[in-house]
């Protein structure tokens, strides 16, 4: 899919999309459950869908209503998929139901589409390996087959993703012996506060220590059924804020609470160092055009807004330096390269880091870009590409309705110039 962007000045109101982290968990959450669990207003994208399509493959029953997902609890006793379960594109899902898998007395083979079969896991099958599953992968990622059951125990947890941690504080509560995890660092500490809140509101016991270097969980416990609303998505809330930072008129962006725990919401202060015009907060928060500069950040708990923070910065003047982020190379795409590679044909000035980028603001112009089929990089050409006066082309954007199905039609409603062939 090839989308062609030109100048744009939007402005209106935004709903955000519910939050594919939140929406994932709970998928597995109502799979690990004892009874009916109730998921309302989840985000309904192709990454979701694969972990939803999974838990029906493991034997779930699910029923889909416009504003809800309700999913039959199989209290953590998964049945034996007759197929590959294909994730497709969702890293999300597939680490959190590896683990999962792990639990059970016989084996499940994962795959998924080209880009997933690139994501390192070498690293998650250890600690598995450790607790007692049996791993067959040719090179450390999928297509791989996992066979337990994981009985509980002492684990090293590699923190190159925190995905690795909270797929074992998701299953290790229904192991018949307590757990210990530990970690020498952990990226993304956001997202491990994200699994934690959920484990509480769902009565789970487990200790964490200081830094989240520590986990201690005790076996033999259950998860109970729940009937939860799903969180607004930060990380697609991002390029709205961008978007009303940089093009133009103000934009009101609704559904926000900025009381979770997603890292992502730490952007909206990133902006406003960058000097965005930001007023609001819960239920409405409001973005407009306003001088930016230049700034130095730490993304580590925010990788998924280096493509938008990246393209931002080469439009506006001064230097921004985006650092400690080098777990964004092991995305859908090596989003450090891509994005360094694309703005350049743009004319951006950029420094590639090993964990970062620096980038110097100037005058950008039109161009035909590879999104890579990366969502999160195409929609962040296509908010700079609206700055640029004359065409902007950007292929394979057929990767958008990953985590953001909405992404065309919610933007032309706003005033965005798009047109998809």
Aim: aromatic share 6%; proline share 5%.
């Amino acid at each position: 899919m090839i989308l062609r962007v030109r100048k744009s000045c939007l402005s209106g109101t935004i709903a955000v999309p519910g939050s594919k982290s939140h929406t994932i968990r709970g998928i597995v959450a109502a799979l690990q459950g004892n009874g009916l669990s109730i998921l309302r207003s989840p985000l309904d994208s192709e990454d979701t869908r694969s972990a939803l399509d999974a838990a029906r493959l493991f034997g779930a029953p699910v029923a889909e209503y416009p504003d809800r997902w309700e999913i039959g609890g199989l209290n953590g006793k998964l049945q034996k998929p007759d197929r590959v379960v294909n994730m497709n594109n969702s890293g999300t899902g597939l680490r959190m139901l590896t683990a999962l898998a792990a639990m059970q007395d016989f084996p499940v083979t994962f795959d998924g589409d080209e880009s997933l079969r690139t994501r390192l896991m070498s690293g998650f099958f250890r600690a598995l390996e450790t607790l007692g599953a049996r791993v067959e992968s040719a090179e450390g990622h999928c297509p791989f087959t996992i066979c337990g059951p994981v009985r509980g125990g002492e684990a090293k947890v590699d923190g190159k993703s925190s995905q690795f941690l909270t797929s074992l504080l998701f299953a290790l509560p229904a192991a018949e012996a307590d757990s210990v995890l530990t970690l020498d660092y952990l990226n993304e500490q956001p997202y491990a506060e994200i699994t934690a809140k959920w484990l509480s509101e769902l009565g789970i016991s487990y200790v964490k220590h200081p830094g989240l270097l520590r986990w201690e969980i005790p076996g033999n416990q259950k998860f109970p059924a729940f009937d939860k609303v799903i969180p607004a998505d930060f990380s697609t809330a991002c390029f709205p804020l961008a978007a009303g930072a940089l093009c133009g008129g103000r934009i009101d962006i609704l559904n926000l609470d900025f009381s979770d725990a997603q890292g992502d919401k730490q952007v909206f202060r990133f902006f406003e160092q960058m000097g965005a015009n930001i007023s609001g907060g819960d239920k409405v928060c409001s973005v407009s055009a306003s001088a930016l500069h230049g700034v130095e950040l730490d993304l580590n708990s925010t990788p998924d807004a280096l493509p938008i923070l990246a393209a931002s910065a080469a439009l506006i003047p001064g230097e921004t330096r985006l650092l400690n982020v080098a777990q964004a190379r092991n995305k859908e795409t090596d989003r450090i390269a891509a994005m360094t590679a694309e703005l350049r044909k743009m004319g951006a000035d950029i420094d590639e880091l090993p964990d970062g980028m620096i980038i110097r603001g100037t005058t950008l112009h039109p161009a035909t870009v590879d999104s890579r089929n990366d969502h999160r990089i195409a929609m962040a050409l296509a908010i700079a590409a609206m700055r640029l006066d004359g065409e902007t082309v950007i292929e394979h954007a057929e990767g958008i309705p990953v985590s953001y199905p909405g992404f065309i039609s919610d933007f032309k409603a706003l005033g965005a110039n798009f047109s998809l062939e």
